[in-house]
DNA sequence: CGTCCACGTCTAC
DNA sequence: TAGACCTGGACGG
């Protein structure tokens, strides 16, 4: 889940769930993990994070007993705080757990001076993720889309004739220099709010807002407290909603979306383009899957085009009956050349008449496969077996459609329950998102 | 069992 | 602009 949203969640986590503590002894990093060792060792310290962007900084801080100073200068003991950059390439996020519970794929750990000891980790499962003693928010990274939201809007508009904006928008969006914290599902849920076609020139979109924005404010933060009906907002431009959509999934989390606990679904019933079915989807030119819906734009690689809307049902708490046989779904959409300016393009998808012309382009895909497996060891005695891919059947409640969810989020504000459940979230597609608009 | 796909960078022809 | 880097879930045969 890792796109700016996440960070900041995961942030957020770190604080909550380490306010308070101390922790003790060095930072341990697993065998298989090639970033490298956190030299940080101390008999009390306490652990902060912040976010920016697609980034995450933890601050290591030795903690010193008020009082007398009891603390005994061990031999290499950390005498000053330490910050430690992480980004979560694919799989990343923290997680708390006790000794016992340290997760599989648990990278990188930090122990409690506690009785039963507990752990923060690190875990990252494809390994993609990064981070780096003594590190600083990477260079190059623009301002952050959700709380450097002043310098962010500056550094797109006053750069516009940075090559960075000849791409299409779609992968403009991707870049970290100007789009810091936004990611493939962010950005198709972005221009989809504006129903801009995700292969139009960037500069040409990001041209019209700087125009029309010369004199205009910023958008209000929709701080309802109360969902008030409010919202006298002018037209939301690119670049505002590059900040409030982002920051509409803090606010799911604020509400009981945990990244870190699987809660994808409360995501997913949030989305309204990403990975959505009746969608249409493409293959951008780094091979990134962009979704949108209606005309794709000028710039769409030539050659492939690329489609395949699956959607997969629920498994668990089904209706027992087996009619559910419509598993998959592929269906091939044919770009006919949208050049042809605005002609008809009727959006209300495309009635995928003939294929799309030879175009056999193999897709670049995530990589070979090399026959190599180092696995990861299970760093310390597992005894647990593995929980089984089966989810408890729930209760039903999980049907998340529609308002239902609003309740769910609101009705779960509660606590947060520390101990990180087992369970997994089951994959779930929504079927139908019938329910289009219902902006608060 | 094999193929495809995944919320992201990195760096090497 | 291709790979590389990884694990694992869904799906197809």
């Not at 969640?9 to 930072?27: D, I, K, P, Q, Y």
């Not at 509400?255 to 679904?265: L, Q, R």
Request: net charge positive; aromatic share 8%.
């Amino acid at each position: 889940m890792p796109e700016g949203p996440e960070l900041h969640l995961a942030s957020l986590f770190v604080n909550r769930m380490c306010e308070g503590l101390v922790f003790t002894g060095a930072v341990e990093k697993s065998e298989v993990n090639k970033n490298p060792e956190v030299p940080f060792c101390c008999d009390a310290y306490v652990i902060k994070a912040q976010s920016r962007g697609k980034e995450v900084i933890l601050t290591l801080t030795p903690f010193k007993n008020d009082g007398d100073s009891k603390r005994k200068v061990g031999k290499h003991q950390s005498q000053h705080p330490m910050d430690v950059v992480f980004r979560f390439g694919m799989s990343g996020f923290f997680r708390f757990t006790s000794d016992d519970d340290i997760p599989k794929h648990a990278h990188l750990r930090f122990y409690t001076n506690e009785s039963p000891r507990r752990v923060l980790s690190f875990e990252d499962t494809r390994r993609f993720g990064s981070w780096q003693a003594n590190g600083t928010w990477q260079k190059d990274r623009g301002p952050c889309v959700m709380f450097e939201y002043e310098s962010f809007r500056e550094n797109v508009l006053s750069n516009l004739s940075d090559k960075a904006f000849d791409k299409p928008i779609c992968e403009t969006l991707l870049n970290q220099k100007y789009f810091n914290g936004i990611g493939n599902y962010l950005r198709a849920e972005i221009l989809f709010r504006l129903q801009i076609p995700p292969f139009v020139k960037a500069r040409t979109v990001l041209e019209g807002i700087e125009l029309k924005n010369e004199n205009k404010k910023e958008i209000k933060k929709t701080t309802d407290t109360a969902g008030k009906k409010g919202v006298t907002v002018e037209t939301p431009d690119l670049l505002s909603l590059c900040h409030t959509v982002p920051l509409e999934v803090v606010k799911l989390g604020e509400n009981g979306y945990t990244p870190a606990k699987a809660e994808y679904s409360v995501l997913q019933a949030w989305m309204q383009c990403y990975s959505v079915d009746g969608m249409n989807s493409l293959s951008d030119h780094n091979g990134r899957t962009i979704w949108f819906k209606g005309d794709p734009g000028p710039m769409v690689p030539k050659g492939a085009k690329s489609r395949k809307i699956k959607w997969k049902i629920q498994k668990d708490h089904d209706y027992t009956d087996s009619k559910k046989a419509k598993k998959t779904h592929t269906e091939s959409i044919a770009i006919e050349k949208p050049a042809k300016k605005k002609d008809n393009i009727k959006v209300k998808k495309e009635s995928a008449t003939s294929k799309a012309q030879g175009g056999s382009k193999r897709q670049k895909k995530d990589t070979k496969r090399v026959k190599t497996e180092p696995a990861d060891e299970n760093t310390k005695s597992k005894k647990q077996g593995k929980r089984s891919s089966k989810v408890p059947p729930r209760t039903g409640t999980n049907k998340i459609k529609g308002q239902h969810v609003e309740e769910v989020i609101k009705t779960k504000r509660n606590s947060v329950t520390s101990k990180e459940s087992a369970t997994k979230a089951k994959p779930q597609r929504r079927s139908s998102g019938t329910r289009r608009g219902r902006s608060r």
